[in-house]
C-alpha cells in the first residue's frame, strides 16, 4: 500500500515554470488575482508549483537571501499563494538548486567542471544557457539560506528543488576535498564516492533548512529521472515526481517503465508531462488536447497523480488556451479519482532492470532509458502482461516470472534469492549474457542450457519451434549479439542457423548481409527447470529494430512460464492494460487505453486523433467472488461471467481510457 501523505498528494497539478530574464521589463505587470483563479478553474487545478526563484537566479518576492528580479515590483509568489488558497488550490513552491545564472557569473568557480576544466549545461560564457553549480562549494550555504526564508515566510505546501542529483565534478574544491582525505582525484572510484556524499549532503542539508520549520512539508529533489535501484536516493524525498515529458525527449516509453518501478517503492508520486508540443521553455507551443487527455489517463492507470507543465509569460498573464487545453484533461481525471487512490499493481511478472543492477555490458549514460529495459517493457505492453519493474531489493516471493534481461550477470546475493524464488515454484525468462556467472563462465540457473561462448558469427538466424508471425518455418534474422549453447538437462524451444560468413572485405554477400546456410547449429531457445533462456540480447534488439519475431518469441516463452496469467484481453497491440487493486475499496480497477502516437518532424512523437476500439474482450483471474463489474466513472453495469477464479466480461467501447471496476 501507499505510504501516509497519498491521500494529501493533489491529482490536478500544474508546474509553472517562470524562468525570467533581467533583460525584459514588467515581469508580473499583467497579474491579475481574479484572471489566475479563473484559469485555474477553467483548468480543473487543484495544485500549481509557483516559483520562489528561477533558473536565472531571481527571486520573485522580496528578500534578503536572495536578489527579487529588477524589473518586479510587488510580491508575485505571495499574490498567487494567496489568489490559489482562496479557491482552494494548493501551492508547492519552486526553488532551482542547481541552476542560478546570475551567481554563476559572478562566482564560475563554484560550478561544475569537467576533467577538461568545461562547464556543463552551457559549455562555456561565450553561449547562452545555464551554468550548473557543484554543492561541494559555498554556493550550497546560501541555497539553504534561500530555502529557509521560503519556508518561514509563506503559506507554501511543499518545496521542489529543481537540478540534483549526483554529478561528476572536479572543480578545485572537489579536487581539494579528495586530496585532504589522501585520496588521487585520478581515482574514479575514490571521485564516484566522492560525488555521492555531496549529494546526500546537499539533500540532508535542504531537507533540514525546510523540516527545522515545517516538518511535515513535502520535498522532492527533481533530477529529470528516478534512478531504478537507487532506493537510497529515491528515499532523500517526501514523494516522486517523474518528469517524463513524451515530446521532450523522453519519449513514450519512458514512463511506463519509470511508473511501473515507482510504484513498488511505496512512494506517493505523480507523473509529469508538459503542455507543450516540445518541451520546457516553449512560448506558443501546445499540444493537442487528445495527448493530454492520453497522457493524464496514463498516469492514472499507473497508480501515480497528474502533474502538466506550464511556463507562465513574463507580464503574468496566464494564458488562456493553456488552460482550456489543460480543462479539456483534467475534467476527465477529475471524475476519475476516486477509483485510482490509494492503488497497488496486481502484477505476474517483476522485470528486473537492467539500470538497477549495474551491468557489465553496454549503457548510454545520456539515455534516460536503457535499451534492453525499454525493449522489455515495450514488449510487456503490447503483450498485454501485467508486470512491475524491479531492484535487486525487491521481494521477488510476489511474482510468478522474474526477467533477466540481456545482461544481467549474477552474483551471489542475487544467485540467492533467484535460488529462493525459483524453490518457492517462480520462473525466469533470461537472455543474453543474464543468467551467467562472470567468473565461473557458466549459468548459475536451470534453464536448460549450458554455456560455450560467445557467437563468432553477427547477424545469426532463428528458426523457431513454435509458429511465428502466422508463417510457415522460416530462418529470421537477428541482428544483435548471440551466446554459443548446447542442452543440458533442458529442452530446445528452437534453433541456431549461422550465415556462410561474416561480412568483410573479401567475403561479402548482397547489400546488408550473408544468408543463412540453412542448416542447424545448435540450440538457441531452451526450457529447464527453472524457466526458459533465449541466447540473443533480444530485448536490447527489440528496441532498436522492433522485430515481430522477436516480441513473439518472448512471448511465446512468457506464456509457457504463466500457464495461469492473470488477465488476457483482445485489445489490440498499441493498446495499454493495468490492473490496480483498490484493498480499502474491496475492488479491482482493469484501466484500458488505446492511442497510436505518429512521430512527426525530427523525432516528435505526437497524438492526435484517438481512434475507438470496440468490443474488447478481457478475461480476469481473481481472488474472490465478483458482486458487479461496471465502468467508470459512467457507472454502466457491464454483463459478466464468474467460473470459479475467472471473470470474463466485453467493454463495448475503449476512446482513450476506459476504467473497468470489478467489485468483489
Known amino acids: 500500500m501507499l505510504e501516509k501523505g497519498d491521500e494529501n498528494m493533489r491529482f490536478r497539478q500544474v508546474h509553472l515554470d517562470f524562468h525570467t530574464s533581467e533583460a525584459i521589463q514588467g515581469i508580473g505587470s499583467r497579474f491579475d488575482k481574479k484572471q489566475f483563479q479563473d484559469m485555474l ?10 516559483f520562489a526563484k528561477c533558473h536565472h537566479g531571481w527571486a520573485y518576492h522580496p528578500s534578503k537571501a536572495n536578489e527579487t528580479h529588477p524589473h518586479l515590483d510587488f510580491d508575485l509568489l505571495g499574490a498567487m499563494i494567496e489568489a490559489a488558497h482562496e479557491i482552494g488550490v494548493k501551492t508547492p ?14 562566482h564560475p568557480e563554484w560550478l561544475i567542471r569537467g576533467k577538461d576544466e568545461k562547464t556543463n549545461w552551457a559549455p562555456d560564457f561565450m553561449h547562452p544557457g545555464y551554468h550548473q553549480f557543484c554543492m561541494n562549494t559555498p554556493y550550497l550555504d546560501i541555497l539553504v539560506a534561500q530555502i529557509e526564508e521560503v519556508v518561514q515566510n509563506y503559506d507554501v505546501d511543499g518545496i521542489f528543488l529543481d537540478i540534483a542529483g549526483v554529478r561528476e565534478c572536479y572543480c578545485q574544491y572537489c579536487i581539494a576535498s579528495i586530496r585532504s582525505e589522501g585520496k588521487d582525484p585520478r581515482d574514479e572510484q575514490a571521485m564516484k564516492a566522492l560525488w555521492e556524499r555531496t549529494y546526500r549532503r546537499y539533500a540532508e542539508r535542504t531537507n533540514a533548512a525546510v523540516h527545522k520549520h515545517k516538518p511535515e512539508l513535502p520535498v522532492f529533489h527533481n533530477g529529470g529521472h528516478i534512478r531504478r535501484g537507487r532506493r ?9 515526481e517523474l518528469e517524463s515529458l513524451p515530446t521532450g525527449g523522453w519519449g513514450y516509453d519512458h514512463f511506463p517503465l519509470s511508473a511501473r518501478y515507482a510504484q513498488t517503492l511505496g512512494m506517493p508520486f505523480l507523473g509529469m508531462t508538459g503542455k507543450f508540443h516540445t518541451s520546457w521553455g516553449e512560448f506558443g507551443g501546445y499540444k493537442h488536447p487528445n495527448a493530454l487527455r492520453y497522457e493524464t489517463a496514463l498516469s492514472l492507470a499507473n497508480g501515480a497523480r497528474c502533474s502538466i507543465g506550464d511556463q507562465l509569460h513574463p507580464d503574468g498573464h496566464m494564458d488562456e488556451a493553456t488552460y482550456a487545453l489543460i480543462g479539456q484533461a483534467y475534467a476527465e481525471v477529475e471524475k476519475k479519482e476516486p477509483w485510482c487512490a490509494d492503488v497497488t499493481p496486481v502484477a505476474d511478472i517483476a522485470l528486473l532492470s537492467l539500470e538497477a543492477v549495474d551491468p557489465y555490458g553496454p549503457e548510454d549514460k545520456n539515455s534516460r532509458t536503457n535499451a534492453s529495459d525499454a525493449g522489455a517493457v515495450r514488449i510487456l505492453l503490447e503483450g ?11 521481494d521477488f516471493s510476489k511474482y510468478k516470472v522474474l526477467i533477466l534481461p540481456d545482461y544481467v550477470y549474477m552474483n551471489e546475493a542475487l544467485q540467492r534469492k533467484c535460488e529462493a524464488f525459483t524453490a518457492a515454484g517462480g520462473k525466469i525468462l533470461a537472455s543474453g549474457w543474464s543468467g551467467l556467472d562472470r567468473d565461473k563462465q557458466a549459468f548459475t540457473l536451470n534453464l536448460g542450457a549450458r554455456w560455450l561462448g ?3 558469427f553477427r547477424p545469426n538466424y532463428f528458426r523457431p519451434g513454435f509458429p511465428a508471425l502466422g ?15 548446447e542442452l543440458d538437462e533442458g529442452k530446445a524451444l528452437g534453433q541456431w542457423q549461422n550465415p556462410y560468413f561474416n561480412r568483410d572485405l573479401f567475403t561479402f554477400c548482397s547489400h546488408q548481409h550473408t544468408p543463412s546456410t540453412l542448416q542447424d547449429s545448435g540450440p538457441a531457445m531452451t526450457e529447464g527447470k527453472h524457466g526458459i533462456y533465449i541466447a540473443w540480447n533480444v530485448f536490447e534488439e527489440y528496441a532498436t529494430k522492433a522485430s515481430l519475431v522477436l516480441k513473439e518469441t518472448v512471448l511465446f516463452a512468457l506464456n509457457r512460464l504463466l500457464p495461469d496469467r492473470t488477465l488476457t484481453t483482445s485489445l489490440p497491440a498499441q493498446g495499454i492494460v493495468t490492473v490496480q487493486s483498490q484493498e480499502r475499496e474491496q475492488r479491482w480497477v482493469n484501466h484500458l487505453l488505446y ?5 512527426r518532424g525530427s523525432g516528435i512523437e505526437v497524438i492526435e486523433d484517438l481512434i475507438p476500439v470496440y468490443h474488447v474482450d ?14 467508470a466513472p459512467s457507472m454502466e453495469e457491464l454483463p459478466f461471467e464468474q467460473n470459479g477464479v475467472t471473470v470474463h466480461y466485453t467493454v463495448p467501447k475503449v476512446e482513450c481510457h476506459q476504467m473497468v471496476v470489478l467489485q468483489f
Not at 478553474?41 to 509557483?50: M, N, Y
Not at 537510497?232 to 516522486?240: F, K, R, S, Y
Open 595 to 599: 492511442a497510436s502516437p505518429v512521430r
Open 454 to 456: 560467445k557467437n563468432e
Open 618 to 631: 478481457v478475461t480476469l483471474r481473481v481472488p474472490r467472488q465478483v458482486r458487479s463489474v461496471y465502468l
Open 471 to 485: 508463417l510457415p518455418p522460416a530462418s529470421y534474422v537477428i541482428y544483435s549479439e548471440g551466446q554459443r549453447i
Open 232 to 240: 537510497d536516493l529515491a528515499q532523500l524525498n517526501t514523494h516522486l
Open 384 to 394: 498485454k502482461m501485467l508486470f512491475n519493474v524491479v531492484d535487486t531489493e525487491e
Open 93 to 106: 513552491v519552486y526553488i532551482s538548486a542547481g541552476l542560478d545564472e546570475k551567481l554563476a557569473r559572478r
Open 41 to 50: 478553474k477553467l483548468g480543473h487545478v487543484d495544485s500549481i508549483t509557483v
